[in-house]
């Protein structure tokens, strides 16, 4: 199966600082990417799918980019509900696989 | 607004059995296929099954395949999850999501808010 390596497992930053999250597959997915944002006691959210499009609703200041192996996550400026941890996920391949998870904390 | 509402976890004993439903409105129901996405206390995010639109593919992972069935009923709107022989390694919170894309280019979206399943003597 594909294994999706997300870096780091932990930022500490403050508000409206710039946040530029890594996902890297074992092979490549193309750009069959998505992203996902979870907050503390929530079911995930959609943010990106196909590496680059914004899911309905997802503001602007949430980007991704990337393709093959190597995928981004950038939040251009981070806002206090954005506190959160974020997941990488791909389905190039079956099974479906899902990253480890950046938890974005407050600093 | 897509809804998607998840009931039937509980405390089970291992080797026990539990069914979970996930109970869905607001758009085509059979027109989409559905899964389901599991998380573990503190743990991050496992992909579990997955159903088409028709009921007529099934996916598993390979670490409940033999031992959970996933179904749907298209005339309920409802999608199912029938879990035997579990273990204390399936304690999870269990997600329904909407499976949605292409082949290859597929996502979850929307949710459901999640049922635990807790399983233990």
């Known amino acids: 199966e594909i294994v999706l390596t997300q870096s780091p497992a932990t930022l500490s930053l403050s508000p409206g600082e710039r946040v530029t999250l890594s996902c890297r597959a074992s092979q490549s997915v193309s750009n069959y990417l998505a992203w996902y944002q979870q907050k503390r006691g929530q079911a995930p959210r959609l943010l990106i799918y196909?590496?680059?499009n914004r899911a309905t609703g997802i503001p602007a200041r949430f980007s991704g980019s990337g393709s093959g192996t190597d995928f981004t996550l950038t939040i251009s400026s981070l806002e206090p509900e954005d506190f959160a941890v974020y997941y990488c996920?791909?389905?190039?391949?079956?099974?479906?696989?899902f990253g480890g998870g950046t938890k974005v904390e407050i600093k | 607004e897509v809804q998607l509402l998840e009931s039937g976890g509980a405390l089970v004993q291992p080797g026990g059995s539990l069914r979970l439903s996930c109970a869905a409105s607001r758009f085509p129901f059979s027109n989409y296929a559905m899964s389901w996405v599991r998380q573990a206390p503190g743990k991050g995010l496992e992909w579990v099954s997955a159903i088409s639109g028709s009921g007529g593919s099934t996916f598993y992972a390979d670490s409940v395949k033999g031992r959970f069935t996933i179904s749907r009923d298209n005339s309920k709107n409802t999608v199912y999850m029938q879990m035997n022989s579990l273990r204390a390694e399936d304690t999870a919170v269990y997600y329904c999501?909407?499976?949605?894309?292409?082949?290859?280019?597929?996502?979850?979206?929307?949710w459901g808010q999640g049922t635990l399943v807790t399983v233990s003597s």
């Open positions: 999501a909407k499976f949605v894309g292409t082949s290859g280019l597929n996502w979850f979206d929307p």
């Open positions: 996920q791909q389905r190039s391949d079956w099974p479906p696989t």
């Open positions: 196909g590496a680059s």
